[in-house]
């Protein structure tokens, strides 16, 4: 730890440091010519979210991959067989009467195609989802603490590496013990990236692009989301991992070139090259002394060291973390990741028409070009009236959904209503990116002074990742049990659950400065 009177250094204390003779470090304030460039901070936050993108190829990847690698329990697979003087060779029988025999639900075929040789059974492909959530409630907590020590670049760089070797042991993966393991790893890295990568980039912008560079950590994600959808349409499951694995390997690369954030060089007393860090971001032509003295003076009036009880000691920290909570609580229980991870199954469990690998391409639109009009909606509309909105119209969908299911499985005729499950999908993507995939994660950082919320960051962001595994390790489950008809209502009631207590427990945040919502937060 960097001793207080250190920290405490202004930047003009700097001149006997052999750096700050360096000609970047020059400010051209004789010349009057004081502007910056946002190129780089923009292209830094492009690189950094290659981590977003890379967690969303992690997240979608069940979707066109499971159905291709599940082993069908209900049927009978019979190839070049001969029953009698029946002679059955590559054909599909279901139904069917022949002669005195009487064959029922017997699905015929070739031998399996080497790349879905291997074949899960459903306990296991529930592992191969919810592994995922597993590490990423274990990558989430120490990542705070490694950025602390570290680096946030650092952090970034070695948080990479589970990125690469999962998919490596994915790619190549000759039975679902090496499945588990790479979904693992690919967690840890992506509940890692969940922290350092907004950290990052609220570190390196000017306050007039924060929020929108703050923004694209979410809308990579559907990225990545929608790059697997439209590429597992078309490519073996081994070929889908292998071009997953392109993503990690270009991030690390791209973090070779990236500077350290100025905020953490400031921290560790390293000013010349706090200096140095914002002129690569913000261009030669900036006022890096002014800039660095306002982010010391920000780091003088914080608690360097803020500790557990320190956030349940504070009525407004305590009150901070339920809302908080909460959010992240009714953003996973609105089903989002279920419906994510088992697109095309429920498209081809519902019967529709419609080509599933079609219905989850779409979907995957969807949700980025929605999540890109987020950010508008939530500076022009606020945040409590949008939430609102996203957990009445989801309640909708998840009811219609279930409706749906109801008809289906009790055997009605639900041919001519076949593009409901389609419609009701894209109408929850939408009210889910307008509302519940963001403004939660954007609140978090609205909630908590900046003493406790590295501390208040990550056990709301764990308990995020504990609501994944257990909605994504539930579902299938829950399906088989109950029906999907009761599974979607049961979602269903989480969100208008959601509902009443926004309306009820939530105050608009929107144009509110740190102290009006603490003064909220604390009763005053």
């Given at each position: 730890m960097v001793a207080n009177e250190d920290i405490k250094k202004t930047v003009s204390q700097e001149d006997g440091d052999p750096n700050s003779h360096n000609p970047m470090l020059y400010d051209p304030l004789q010349d009057g010519v004081v502007k910056t460039s946002k190129t780089r901070q923009y292209l830094a936050a492009l690189i950094i979210c290659l981590g977003a993108v890379a967690a969303g190829t992690a997240l979608a990847w069940t979707s066109p991959v499971l159905p291709k690698i599940t082993a069908n329990a209900n049927s009978t697979v019979i190839t070049n067989s001969t029953i009698g003087n029946l002679t059955i060779s590559n054909s599909t029988i279901a139904n069917s009467t022949i002669g005195n025999l009487t064959i029922a639900n017997v699905t015929v075929s070739t031998p399996l195609p080497s790349e879905d040789r291997l074949q899960l059974t459903v306990d296991q492909t529930t592992w191969v989802s919810s592994l995922l959530a597993i590490g990423a409630f274990l990558g989430a907590l120490p990542t705070g603490y490694i950025a602390d020590t570290i680096g946030r670049r650092y952090t970034a760089m070695v948080m990479d590496m589970p990125?690469?070797?999962a998919w490596i042991s994915i790619s190549f993966a000759q039975s679902a013990g090496w499945l588990y393991v790479g979904r693992f790893l690919i967690g840890i890295s992506t509940g890692s990236f969940c922290v350092v990568a907004p950290m990052y980039i609220s570190e390196i912008a000017e306050t007039s692009i924060r929020g929108t560079l703050g923004t694209l950590f979410q809308l990579l994600l559907t990225i990545g989301i929608l790059l697997v959808y439209l590429v597992g349409s078309m490519v073996t499951w081994q070929t889908l991992s292998?071009?997953?694995?392109l993503i990690p390997i270009a991030l690390f690369c791209g973090l070779l070139i990236l500077p350290e954030t100025p905020v953490y060089l400031l921290k560790k007393g390293r000013r010349s090259e706090a200096a140095l860090s914002l002129k690569w971001l913000w261009g030669r032509y900036c006022d890096s002394r002014s800039a660095i003295q306002v982010i010391q003076n920000d780091l003088d009036q914080t608690v360097a060291d803020?500790?557990?009880?320190?956030?349940?000691s504070n009525r407004g920290s305590r009150k901070?973390?339920?809302i908080s909570a909460l959010l992240m609580v009714f953003q996973q229980f609105s089903g989002i990741n279920a419906v994510i991870f088992y697109?095309?199954?429920i498209f081809q469990s519902a019967g529709t028409s419609l080509n599933a690998s079609l219905c989850s391409i779409i979907v995957g639109v969807v949700q980025v070009f929605m999540t890109l009009a987020s950010s508008l909606l939530i500076e022009k509309?606020?945040?409590?009236?949008?939430?609102?909105?996203s957990s009445t119209v989801m309640t909708i969908c998840l009811a219609m959904l279930g409706a749906y299911f109801n008809m289906s499985n009790s055997g009605k005729d639900v041919s001519s209503i076949g593009w409901l499950p389609l419609l009701c999908v894209v109408l929850f993507i939408i009210s889910f990116s307008v509302g519940y995939g963001p403004i939660p994660w954007l609140m978090m950082g609205e909630l908590f002074l900046p003493d406790v919320k590295g501390i208040a960051v990550s056990l709301t962001v764990m308990l995020n990742w504990l609501c994944v595994f257990?909605?994504?390790k539930c579902f299938s489950s829950m399906n088989d049990a109950l029906g999907s008809d009761v599974t979607f209502w049961f979602f269903g009631a989480w969100m208008t659950l959601a509902t009443i207590y926004v309306a009820i427990a939530v105050q608009e945040t929107k144009g509110k400065s740190a102290s009006q919502i603490q003064n909220w937060l604390n009763g005053r």
């Open positions: 990125f690469i070797l292998m071009i997953c694995l803020a500790s557990v009880m320190d956030l349940f901070g973390l339920v697109t095309e199954s509309a606020g945040r409590k009236i949008l939430l609102i909105f257990v909605v994504t």
